[in-house]
């Protein structure tokens, strides 16, 4: 008992230290892709405390960060756009669509759930989760690098001189630091993402250097601080935009497309902390509860979002392995936008920069490059097609393009795999005995296996190595029969299983007397000496 006790009083002391660093590492993420979007640096922060707070109590992944994320950003830019362009520019109608369109994202991802659509992320292919593993990784990366420009004028500059420097060595130590704690014994279950933030924060302060904070980040953004309120129902978007079929085919798309990126996010970061954790998430339980936090969200007046890979995996490496820290995530960036503002925005920016490198080398699948020689090249191809895909356009593409391809390979290299074994049995009847699946990619290959005109006058079709998988299928064994039945042959059908059977009497009456039934066949029967077996087989155990 004092063991379990002492177990779980660590778990919760590693959930609540993980989800504080969380939380800083949430608040310039939040406001940069508020930036992205268009939007108030407010509306990405009270995204990431909604949709955390939400998801880390009923969701199905303890230990998964959810808040604001740049894939769902990118999206929101255009629907801002479009709506600011149906107003007057003081009206802001963007924002108040924004809301409406989380709203209807939300309704969709509970439905997803609801009819349980979130088993079908199992069929995603292994290199398609490796493609999104990198991808992310380099989306992420070429995120941070943003952080190396400065304001000058109207334009974004890249660092130089000693700005630079300041930049490149606050961001090394944070990374030294962040690999080297945990190899010291005596530090080994401290968060070594939290202490790094602390120390370069504290050298920066103390030290009074010249370089970019989080405050400053948020300033230069077009934003007049961090400092805000609890979020309130926002009612004015009910009031602002017109309540009608018009409104709805605009969002919809937006919705749908919202909806689809942050479920295939979500799903496919909940499979990779499963990985690192060795435990499994409730993926339909996952979908209502991100749903339901986008509904919130978009009601209180935030952006939306979904699962975030980085945090998650900053949260896991911390020893977050529960519910408590996703929730003291959410609770302590809350507690930062209301009372902390002033402290927050003293932490330098390299320190969370350096944080988020730790994560991309960590999240990067550099096992991927190793084995590159030694899987398929259809799959190599997958593995950088999804990656690239991923970067260039939005993970939810990449990843439905991944997963086509995936099938298109699998289907043409199964089609190849129709065999028929020919065979004259002593009355003079010819038997095919047809190998592997048959379904519409096999056809073709199937229908090459018979010469039906040359063909002796009785001939058998023997299925029992072959698996009759769809429709075509079915259509193909119909037309074969026809052919040689206008041939005047005779012909008959074995093993087909009972499904098949089905449908071929239900297809055409032709088939009754054309499909043996209760074929009694010693291939399906064991085969052993009685005198093996003294006593009854009752008694043995197989």
């Not at 490796?130 to 000058?152: C, E, Y």
């Not at 980040?217 to 805000?228: A, M, P, S």
């Not at 499979?271 to 998430?281: H, P, S, V």
């Not at 499904?499 to 088939?511: G, Q, V």
Request: proline letters at 4%; aromatic letters at 10%.
């Amino acid at each position: 008992m004092t063991e379990f006790i002492t177990k779980r009083v660590n778990n919760v002391r590693n959930d609540v230290l993980s989800g504080i660093t969380v939380a800083l590492a949430l608040v310039p993420e939040a406001v940069a892709f508020a930036f992205v979007a268009g939007v108030d640096p407010l509306v990405g922060l009270y995204a990431a405390f909604m949709v955390g707070l939400i998801t880390s109590i009923f969701g199905g992944r303890p230990g998964m960060i959810s808040g604001a994320t740049g894939a769902l950003a990118v999206v929101m830019v255009s629907l801002v756009s479009e709506g600011n362009a149906m107003g007057s520019p003081d009206e802001s109608l963007g924002l108040y669509y924004l809301f409406l369109t989380v709203i209807l994202m939300g309704v969709l991802q509970v439905l997803a759930g609801l009819f349980k659509l979130g088993k079908f992320v199992r069929l995603i292919p292994h290199p398609v989760m490796m493609g999104f593993v990198n991808g992310l990784a380099i989306v992420i990366f070429l995120s941070q690098l943003g952080m190396f420009k400065t304001i000058d004028g109207t334009d974004k500059v890249w660092l130089e001189g000693v700005s630079l420097w300041y930049m490149v060595g606050l961001v090394g130590l944070t990374m030294l630091i962040m690999w080297g704690l945990p190899k010291i014994k005596a530090t080994k279950k401290l968060p070594e993402a939290l202490i790094a933030i602390i120390v370069v924060s504290g050298i920066v302060i103390f030290s009074n250097l010249d370089v970019a904070t989080v405050g400053s980040f948020i300033r230069d953004g077009g934003g007049e601080g961090l400092k805000g309120s609890f979020p309130v129902p926002v009612f004015d978007t009910f009031s602002k935009i017109p309540m009608n079929m018009d409104t709805f085919w605009f969002i919809f798309p937006y919705a749908g497309i919202l909806a689809a990126i942050g479920l295939i996010e979500s799903l496919m970061t909940l499979n990779l902390i499963d990985d690192l954790t060795e435990t499994r998430g409730n993926s339909n339980r996952e979908c209502v509860a991100q749903g339901g936090a986008n509904i919130i969200t978009g009601l209180f007046g935030g952006m939306g979002g979904c699962a975030m890979i980085g945090q998650s995996i900053i949260n896991i490496k911390g020893g977050g392995r529960g519910r408590l820290s996703g929730l003291t995530a959410a609770v302590f960036l809350l507690i930062f936008i209301l009372f902390g503002s002033s402290y927050i925005e003293q932490v330098p920016i390299a320190a969370l920069v350096g944080v988020m490198f730790m994560v991309v080398i960590g999240t990067f699948a550099w096992s991927s490059f190793r084995i590159m020689n030694k899987i398929p090249k259809s799959d190599v191809f997958v593995l950088i097609l999804v990656s690239s895909l991923t970067v260039i356009f939005d993970l939810a593409f990449a990843v439905i393009a991944g997963v086509i391809v995936s099938a298109l390979v699998f289907a043409w290299e199964n089609a190849r795999k129709i065999r028929a074994r020919k065979r004259i049995k002593d009355d003079g009847t010819k038997v095919y005995e047809i190998w592997g699946p048959l379904f519409f990619g096999s056809i073709a290959t199937f229908n090459e296996k018979f010469d039906v005109k040359n063909d002796p006058e009785s001939v058998e079709i023997d299925f029992v190595e072959a698996r009759v998988s769809d429709h075509s299928a079915i259509e193909a064994i119909f037309a074969l029969v026809e052919k040689y039945q206008a041939e005047g042959k005779n012909i008959k059908l074995k093993h087909l299983s009972k499904d098949c059977k089905i449908l071929l009497y239900k297809a055409s009456p032709i088939f009754v007397g054309i499909i043996e039934e209760g074929i009694d066949d010693p291939r399906y029967h064991l085969a052993a000496n009685p005198e093996d077996f003294p006593k009854p087989l009752a008694e043995y155990k197989f």
